[in-house]
């Protein structure tokens, strides 16, 4: 089987970022969402995407309109039942998920393969909630999809070669790098980054630092691009802290204990850049640090 059409479940930030590099690639995009506006903003978000890149010269005005042809709107899930690969990019919920693909199962012809570009969640228990564990396969690419030039695959204990292989080459396809990580908690770049960010909210929470020394310090003394509690605000907080979860649940080791504070953060609602308030305010022209 070759790859032809993608099926991405989820308009968000992910979803319309997977859905804009696919389309560029070549392929026919089918974007699923319950809510028919979120789709309407993620093609007007990669439309502005797509305007950018011919002002810069990355691509032509006709691979612009060309792009933006190969996506459409799949109202229901049934309409994803003829494409070759579904990526989900449902929110960090493995309950949500499972949901999801029991009802997006039934609807899928025998070989597609279906994967998840979950940042943390196991591979192999989610491939055990469907009817196609070895069709099943972790994707996970990195925020901005656009921009970030790494994805990371996580096979299955039950994933065969199959799908591997096909998965590779439509990753590759993207002009992205592939990393290959085992099926453990947060696999690598999560499990590796989560952690750093949650140290520096313990940071905060114990006074050692404002939310603007800690950024800064980070910036300029490690040469990072943006700061971890910026960082964490454009991930999304609740998102970082569903990953700290797993690792601290799926590892056991108390290294991992989300900080209080993140969890503060996350019941009052401030979640970060798109609710407009997380460790900074993002209600005027400036950032303003909230802590």
Not at 267 to 278: P, V
Request: aromatic share 6%; hydrophobic share 45%.
């Amino acid at each position: 089987m070759k790859i032809k059409q993608v099926g991405v479940i989820g308009a968000g930030q992910m979803g319309n970022g997977i859905a804009q590099v696919a389309a560029v690639a070549g392929y026919d995009v089918l974007m699923n969402d319950l809510n028919k506006e979120r789709v309407e903003a993620a093609l007007a978000t990669i439309n502005g995407h797509l305007a950018h890149y011919v002002s810069g010269g990355k691509i032509t005005e006709k691979d612009r309109k060309a792009a933006l042809k190969r996506i459409s709107y799949a109202e229901a899930i049934g309409d994803l039942g003829n494409v070759d690969l579904v990526i989900e990019t449902a929110t960090e919920n493995e309950d949500v998920k499972r949901d999801i693909f029991a009802e997006l199962c039934p609807q899928l012809k025998a070989d597609a393969i279906l994967s998840t570009n979950t940042s943390s969640i196991s591979i192999t228990r989610l491939a055990a909630s469907t009817d196609r564990p070895e069709r099943f396969i972790g994707l996970h690419f990195m925020n901005p999809v656009p921009v970030m030039e790494v994805v990371e695959i996580i096979r299955g204990i039950a994933t065969d070669e199959d799908t591997y292989l096909q998965s590779r080459a439509f990753v590759e396809s993207l002009d992205k790098q592939v990393a290959v990580a085992e099926d453990f908690p947060a696999f690598m770049v999560n499990r590796i980054l989560l952690p750093m960010i949650n140290e520096a909210v313990y940071v905060l929470y114990e006074g050692v630092g404002t939310v603007e020394s800690i950024d800064t310090a980070m910036r300029l003394g490690a040469h990072h691009p943006m700061g971890p509690l910026q960082l964490a605000d454009f991930i999304g907080l609740d998102t970082c802290l569903a990953v700290m979860q797993v690792l601290y649940e799926g590892l056991a080791d108390s290294k991992y204990r989300p900080c209080p504070l993140l969890v503060k953060y996350v019941e009052a609602g401030w979640l970060g850049r798109k609710t407009g308030r997380g460790f900074y305010d993002y209600g005027g022209e400036e950032p303003v640090p909230t802590r």
